[in-house]
């Protein structure tokens, strides 16, 4: 009979139905057409349960104690602090960020060692090649090589782990919690997959500090070319080594003195003599140059890459009435757009000499000739301002917060206001979330957790310290969605039914049982100020403490004889094991691009081995992080 009523719960988890709702009201509204919702500021949640409702979505979850604090300054004041995150202060979790030695090193020192070690390697080879060495010098040389190879990859290690770590110690410790909810949201958004090769992982740490964490709550254009300029996307989606095909014009190079003319050179003499010779090697420097330079864009031309993806997934979405001749428009205007060499900072540049100078037309827009990279401003400009770039980001920001079917009315204010304020995503944001249908009972506690959600709220709910090692962030690969890890550039899904299968709530529960055991670093649920007065009462008084403590006091009665019993059948009736938690394929049909999409590959994550053997207070902790309440927010 248990076995049973669990496997109801698990169906429910799956189909995304919200706690207490019967299988028939779900039906019949999905069954039904969506009316248009008249707005209004009238809040369908009581008091208590609109807190719990800003908490869970607006942060990673409540800690110990926050919902005493948002009650006592007001709700409507903790969000609008939430909105302005550099009127809190978070000094306590930056000093903790400080002591990430790799994060602490601008984009130019990390990327003069990878320049450094790439020039030592190119020189081992050609050590190697010279025939004349006699063995003893090459199997030395031999050695070499794989050192410096095993630093290369330390130093990539170190950077990649400390980076992950960091993410996940701010979502923990962070008091800007909605800062960095935002952050894991444009992130996502803006998806890159940290192992495209080459030096990628060495441009993230910027991309993340100065790229998108300045910007999650500013204008979206500020943000756009913030991201469309970073190495790191200019890498990852190729528009670095995009340049005008052979038979475009391009602009020349800029002489030392700047502009795009080699200035003449007066007769006169002797020094007319000299200044015609230096004219010809001049002349014959530039020719050389341009034709290697037309070799080059031979073998390259022009990349579609990021103009694909600037228009279907950073701005327009799908259904935003480009055509493929606006892809290539797109990329032409961005060609010259690419990052210097690594030994020289690996920083963004422009280079005219490869930009396409032709005349284009953008969605209607025609763009001039010759005015190098105010093209792809111009383009910026169009995009951010575009109607349906203001849909398409006020759905993903409506569907991130509110529901995985936000309503057309919530998506069409949530737009107008994106149009009226020039793209403020805070004003866009607040619109959402002081929306009435932020705090309905629909929206309440309806969307499934991400495996980063999962596990950073468990650690917040444990009230866990932040942690500096690469645990927490190897869990969450285990479960399915690994700090930058996600190979295509749609991002993670965002939506319930992706994320939940038997595997991976089986793979949830025995995380849940891991963390109450205190198999994550900072976790002891002995520390617990709700639970410390608890260790030793009868086990009905100690649910009744989790519950209140962990699952915000609700609770189905399936869960709560879970809870009691100790018994869940999902452990104990030969479901018990680690399953594949790789998402489905959500390509919906993106072709090769998507190849991968969704494998945690070399950034796979360990797991908690074996599920360790609880009782008391540690097992009821750890299947309360499991249940299906815990796993939705």
Do not use: C
């Amino acid at each position: 009979m248990r076995i049973a009523k669990w496997a109801g719960i698990t169906a429910a988890l799956i189909s995304i139905t919200p706690i207490g709702m019967s299988a028939q009201s779900s039906g019949a509204r999905k069954s039904q057409s969506k009316p248009a919702v008249v707005r209004s500021d009238v809040r369908e949640l009581p008091a208590d349960q609109q807190i719990i409702q800003a908490l869970s979505r607006l942060t990673f979850g409540a800690k110990p104690g926050d919902a005493l604090k948002v009650r006592a300054i007001g709700l409507d004041n903790w969000i609008d602090q939430q909105l302005h995150p550099d009127k809190i202060d978070d000094s306590s979790l930056e000093q903790f960020v400080s002591n990430y030695s790799a994060l602490n090193q601008d984009q130019n020192g990390l990327l003069q060692q990878y320049a450094q070690q790439q020039r030592e390697r190119q020189q081992v080879r050609k050590e190697r090649a010279d025939s004349t060495r006699v063995m003893s010098a090459a199997d030395s040389m031999a050695m070499r090589q794989q050192m410096q190879q095993l630093q290369q990859a330390n130093l990539t290690r170190q950077v990649v782990t400390q980076l992950q770590s960091s993410r996940v110690a701010r979502a923990v410790a962070s008091e800007r919690q909605l800062q960095e909810v935002m952050t894991d949201f444009w992130e996502n958004h803006f998806n890159i997959y940290a192992q495209k090769g080459g030096p990628e992982v060495y441009y993230l740490t910027d991309f993340d500090e100065n790229v998108i964490r300045p910007h999650v709550l500013g204008k979206f254009r500020d943000l756009l070319e913030a991201v469309s300029k970073s190495p790191a996307m200019l890498f990852y989606l190729d528009n670095a080594g995009s340049m005008a095909d052979s038979t475009r014009p391009t602009l020349a190079p800029p002489n030392r003195g700047g502009g795009f003319r080699i200035a003449p050179i007066r007769p006169g003499g002797f020094g007319a003599a000299m200044g015609a010779m230096r004219a010809d090697q001049e002349m014959q420097r530039q020719q050389q140059q341009r034709q290697q330079q037309q070799k080059q864009r031979q073998r390259q031309g022009l990349n579609e890459n990021y103009g694909r993806e600037l228009l279907e997934l950073h701005t327009l979405g799908v259904d935003g009435g480009y055509t493929q001749q606006d892809v290539i428009n797109v990329a032409r205007a961005f060609t010259g757009w690419t990052i210097q060499p690594p030994a020289q900072g690996g920083g963004f540049i422009f280079r005219p000499q490869v930009h396409d100078a032709g005349d284009k037309i953008v969605l209607g827009h025609k763009l001039a000739a010759g005015r190098g990279m105010y093209d792809a401003e111009d383009v910026l400009d169009i995009l951010a301002r575009n109607p349906a770039t203001a849909h398409f980001i006020s759905f993903k920001l409506a569907r991130h917060f509110v529901s995985d079917s936000p309503s057309k009315a919530l998506v069409d204010h949530a737009a107008q206001v994106y149009l009226k304020t020039d793209g403020d995503i805070r004003e866009v944001l607040r619109a959402i979330i002081t929306s009435p249908e932020f705090f309905s009972q629909q929206a309440f506690h309806s969307k499934v957790k991400t495996p980063f959600e999962v596990v950073v709220s468990a650690l917040r709910s444990l009230n866990a310290a932040p942690d500096s090692t690469p645990r927490s962030a190897q869990m969450i690969a285990f479960l399915g969605q690994p700090i930058f890890g996600h190979q295509a550039p749609n991002g993670w899904p965002e939506t319930g039914d992706a994320w939940m299968n038997t595997g991976a709530i089986l793979n949830r529960i025995n995380f849940g049982m891991a963390a109450a055991a205190g198999r994550l670093p900072g976790v002891d649920i002995r520390l617990l100020p709700a639970l410390d007065t608890v260790q030793s009462a009868p086990r009905d008084k100690q649910v009744d403490a989790v519950v209140a403590t962990i699952l915000n006091g609700m609770v189905s009665p399936d869960t709560r004889a879970v809870l009691l019993s100790g018994e869940h059948p999902m452990l104990t009736n030969g479901a018990s094991g680690i399953q594949d938690m790789s998402p489905p394929d959500t390509s919906m049909g993106r072709g090769k691009r998507e190849e991968g999409s969704g494998k945690r590959g070399a950034l796979q994550g360990r797991g908690p081995g074996n599920v360790p053997q609880l009782a008391g207070l540690q097992q009821i902790v750890g299947l309360a992080l499991g249940s299906p309440e815990f796993q939705r927010h």
